[in-house]
């Protein structure tokens, strides 16, 4: 049997890039011979090893054929006369379709994949990429990875034909979120959004985020003025300031509620923060989005204007957006969802670069409120005769003084 190095690991390489781990294919072998080899099976769709040593992953080459909808719908055949130009054209794009011997260090390239590298270009490496839907959302987080690469045009026209043929609609909750939530964290995962809605899957698979473009904001407060523009800003600035999954996903949904405002309101938005917090929980519920992600973008749509408003605020009002917040129980939380704000502040055509005071005022006033003793605050009010809501009401004023006395509210 012959073993090759292929996908992200010659990809990387050739890009400069570190490589942390490799995947291996197999060619001229069998299940059998493997196990007798000493290598261990994981796969359950089709044949993939352990190697008994370091433990990365060897496939054995196949080929695959289209029997259904959707990404389950495959048929693989994996013999040991497959060969390893066969198994490289069942790939997504070329430049994951390289394979490298390692014992001569030859490429084996039959779809021009460094060729591509060098001009910088994601490009399809047959018409099979239209029968597996996650191909879509795959290059579109490459797109967010490598931000100076550019879809193909032929690339472009067949996933515009997916999504009107509607493969985008038989992909399920699970792989969804899971490109989603790896695009979002890549260095630019505002392309993300634009090669989604460049091929019109963003308005099939989060016709909420997709409705936003097109919908002015006030200038004075936006000079960006569309609200998909600034999204787009908003995530930029994110991966800046490399902010974690929860925060990203947070403000991809913040200003939700501003694509069902009425074209006769507009530029103004009244009470989108309610309608945010609604539609990003229909969101969440679709894809199954994890719950500390559902947590903080609800809490960011509702109270981001809030904090940004936040130096205007007197004592008992700073008390009780902690208390809105949950901050006293989970602090770290609210320093995320301060991050965000601060995102979405900075997420503004000329603003990017913008001081945002809210974020360490409030981070001091909390560790303030924080640090007043509640435990002796409801000793020394229930020793008053106070009962229930009173000795609460007494541990809110005593963290209100505090704020106060330090010249916080």
């Not at 495959?74 to 014992?103: C, G, K, S, Y």
């Not at 490399?242 to 913040?254: D, I, K, S």
């Not at 981001?304 to 004592?315: F, M, T, V, Y």
Request: aromatic share 6%.
């Amino acid at each position: 049997m012959r073993t090759y190095v292929v996908g992200g690991a010659v990809r990387d390489r050739l890009l400069g890039l570190p490589v942390n781990d490799r995947d291996w294919v197999v060619v001229g072998s069998t299940p059998e011979a493997m196990l007798a080899a000493g290598y261990t099976p994981v796969g359950r769709d089709f044949p993939v090893f352990l190697h008994p040593r370091t433990h990365e992953e060897y496939a054995l080459a196949r080929t695959e054929r289209k029997s259904g909808r959707g990404y389950h719908g495959f048929v693989f055949q994996a013999a040991p006369d497959v060969t390893i130009e066969q198994d490289l054209a069942r790939r997504d794009l070329t430049i994951n379709a390289i394979a490298e011997d390692p014992a001569t260090g030859a490429l084996i390239d039959p779809f021009q994949g460094q060729r591509d590298l060098q001009q910088r270009v994601l490009r399809h490496v047959s018409e099979a990429f239209a029968e597996d839907p996650v191909r879509l959302l795959r290059l579109a987080r490459f797109a967010a990875r490598f931000a100076d690469f550019e879809v193909a045009p032929e690339t472009a026209v067949l996933m515009r034909r997916m999504v009107d043929d509607g493969e985008v609609d038989a992909l399920v909750p699970e792989r969804v979120w899971q490109e989603l939530s790896r695009g979002l964290m890549e260095p630019r995962p505002d392309r993300m959004l634009q090669v989604l809605r460049g091929c019109g899957a963003l308005a099939r698979l989060l016709p909420e985020v997709d409705r936003l473009w097109g919908v002015p904001q006030p200038a004075e407060h936006h000079p960006e003025i569309d609200t998909g523009a600034h999204l787009l800003l908003v995530l930029r600035v994110a991966a800046r300031l490399q902010a974690p999954l929860t925060v990203r996903y947070a403000l991809l949904c913040h200003d939700l509620g501003k694509g069902s405002t009425p074209p006769a309101e507009w530029p103004r938005h009244i009470a989108h923060e309610a309608r945010s917090v609604k539609i990003a929980q229909q969101v969440a519920e679709r894809w199954r989005v994890p719950n500390e992600c559902r947590e903080l973008a609800a809490q960011a749509a509702r109270e981001h204007g809030n904090i940004h408003r936040s130096g205007a605020l007197n004592a008992a009002s700073l008390v009780r957006l902690f208390d809105r917040c949950d901050a006293w129980r989970r602090p770290q939380r609210f320093a995320e969802l301060l991050l965000a704000c601060e995102c979405d502040a900075r997420g503004r055509l000329g603003r990017e670069e913008d001081a945002y005071p809210p974020r360490q005022r409030l981070q001091q006033a909390l560790a303030l409120a924080r640090a007043v003793d509640t435990a002796q605050v409801a000793a020394r009010a229930a020793a008053q005769g106070h009962r229930g809501p009173a000795i609460g009401r007494a541990v809110q004023q005593a963290r209100a003084q505090a704020l106060a006395d330090a010249g916080l509210g």
